[in-house]
């Protein structure tokens, strides 16, 4: 029978789980609190699908390289020190989830999660007419020094090891892959089943997709809090009255922990702030996505135009624009592409995104023990756009309670922080 079911965010996430739920035959309403073709986390980003990001950014190593980062201005991670219990206890879980037995846990999962959002994002690609740009050439990962380089040959050693295909390029293999454009690295790693889209195309497909098959939206409404019988929600509570509902999702990316905290779950989370710009018209347009390693830099060609995304600062719920970062993005580009000198960037207005990050790298998904028919899908940090559409069908599942595509799915429960 069908469900009346509604999914609080309408980011990629909230997106993509409107549009399972919807094929299931569900009634879906989703709930936003911004205005419909607004400009969130889930457009300005790079748009990478990422099989190759199975370590997760919780991983061996990361306290080290983030202290190191601290002290440069225009390093790619940044943490700002600040009195808050919630940053405290999530730097302590991110310290706890650092271990090589946690990465050796997560990597076959988040591999099977990405390679199936991809098997799902060629579906889309076929029911939107226009497409959103989706690229199955591959990512490269460019290299300039000889230490990284070594390391990211290792890393794809364990690729392979995983079943993940990965070709390490020197650097005439590389201008053979990507004859478009000019690099001065030390060489590359290419994961052929990585791809990239326009994730600006990819939302506004799916919302029109969504709404002419009878998804009913609501902008502008902000979601104040539930209402419930003992462990059943019976509605949410909106500024512009109540909706009631079989089963309800949160998919509100960092704010996602304000409207679980009314249901008295807590979700440890902290938002990574990115920047990334655009050349509209750049002076060499690469085939491949690429991510400029040392940088931390991810590069996607959208169109005729390229687009530069990269950093994470860990600063609070704060979309300000720190400009020493974004130079740091944009100082680093040259590196890589001789062509791309700082004053082609003057005209660029950095876009800045705000990514729900776990303490553990990890998405929560599914449902938190104490509600019976609450799911919750969020935390995806940086493979929000890669793992959504997975997400999304796994939630669908859920409120179907069916099994789930991938399982098991204890390491992204929403209560594994109690
Ligand atoms: C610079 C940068 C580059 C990135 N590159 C990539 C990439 O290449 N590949 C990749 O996979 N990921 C990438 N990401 C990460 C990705 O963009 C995010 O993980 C993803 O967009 C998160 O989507 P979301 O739907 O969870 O959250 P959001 O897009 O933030 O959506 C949450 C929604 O919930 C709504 N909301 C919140 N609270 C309420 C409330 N109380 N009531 C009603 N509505 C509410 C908000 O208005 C918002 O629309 C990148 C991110 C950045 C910043």
Known sequence: MSKRVVIVGGGIVGMATAWYCQQQGQQVTLVD??????????FGNAGMIVPSHFI??????????????????????????????????????????CKESRVREAAPLLRDLHLASRRCFEELQTELEGGFGLVQRGLLMLCRDEHVWQEEIETSERARQLGLPARVLDPTALAEIDPNIEMDVRGAIHYPDDCHLSPNRLMLALQEKLSSRGCTFHWETECQGFRNQGNHITAVVTNKGEIEADEFLICGGIWSPEMTEHLNLKLPMQAGKGYSVMLDQPPELPELCSILTEARVAVTPMGSALRFAGTMEIAGVDSSITQSRVNGIVRSIQQYFPKFTETIFKECQPWVGLRPCSPDGLPYLGRPAIWENLIISTGHAMMGISLAMISGKIAAEIVDRQPTTIKPLHLLAPDRYG
């Open 56 to 97: 997760p950014l919780a991983a061996p190593g990361m306290i080290r390289l983030g202290l190191k980062w601290m002290l440069d201005p225009e390093s790619p991670f940044y943490i700002r020190p600040r009195l808050s219990w919630e940053l405290l206890r999530w730097l302590w879980c991110f310290r706890g989830a």
């Open 33 to 42: 609190r911004g205005p419909a073709h607004r400009d969130g986390c889930s």
